[in-house]
């Protein structure tokens, strides 16, 4: 993360330089960290926790934080010494599993955590390879944020690839059907992206209307399935011919037009 402070009463202005800039070498510290294979990493800089570069992140202050085991000592550093945050053009992808309490039914509380576990890591490793940060997991669902510093200008289209790829990865294209039932809402526009929490329980986190349309739309999307916004299909240089249908999503006064894209199980020729 970057070291600069902000100047006193220019935190937003300096917010907004970083979250939208940042610096290359961050970039590219973040791009070579997220191909060392590792279960566990930050979740902001992708530094790995375990295996082969553990020793080495050790080193040079990324390890797992006492106040926060989900991020790096160093990002975290940074967090609680630079407070703040900025409303910049952002997008967000939210993630469900579908029938998730049917599930749970039908297992032991065991095998439903290893189900979680083995979504968790999927869902941070497609994140990561799509440039993007994982907000947070809540339950059943993922939270990933894609912004300029992370993602660079493209970060709606990333977003978009990467709900489509976290539905490949959980199965939505094999015949037999997905190991783990999942559908995606992703959202584009101006979300203010900074820290919250008070003391060492802090955490950098997306706040804003969009975030509640994110988390709507992905509570309604049905398993293999990504619903996005107009602006984001937009953002994200999708075909405008495709289908722009009005929902009322719950809370929301206004209707949303939103785009629909399917992951489904492929389509494999007889032969003999």
Known sequence: MATRPPSK?????????????GSSLERYGRAVFRRIPSETRCKICAAPFMGVGAPFMRVIGKFPSSANPNICNSCFAFLTRNRG????????????????????EAMSPREFHQLLERFYATALSVVFDHDGAVDKFVGDELV????????????AARAVDAAQALLRETGHEDPDGPWIPVGAGVNTGLIWFGTVGEG???EL????????????????????EVLLTAEAAEAAGLDPKLERIPMTLKGKAEVTEVVTLHVSPAIVAETG
Do not use: C
Request: proline share 1%; no cysteine.
């Open 144 to 155: 990933a944020m894609f912004f300029p510093l992370l993602t660079g200008e493209r970060h």
């Open 205 to 224: 986190t997306a706040v804003g209307d969009r975030v509640n349309i994110t988390a709507r739309l992905a509570s309604q999307a049905k398993a293999g």
């Open 85 to 104: 945050g900025a409303e910049i053009e952002g997008t967000l992808l939210f993630a469900d599993i579908r029938g998730s309490t049917a599930l749970a």
């Open 9 to 21: 009463g220019r935190d937003e202005a300096y917010w907004r330089d970083f979250l939208t800039n």
């Open 200 to 202: 060492v329980h802090v």
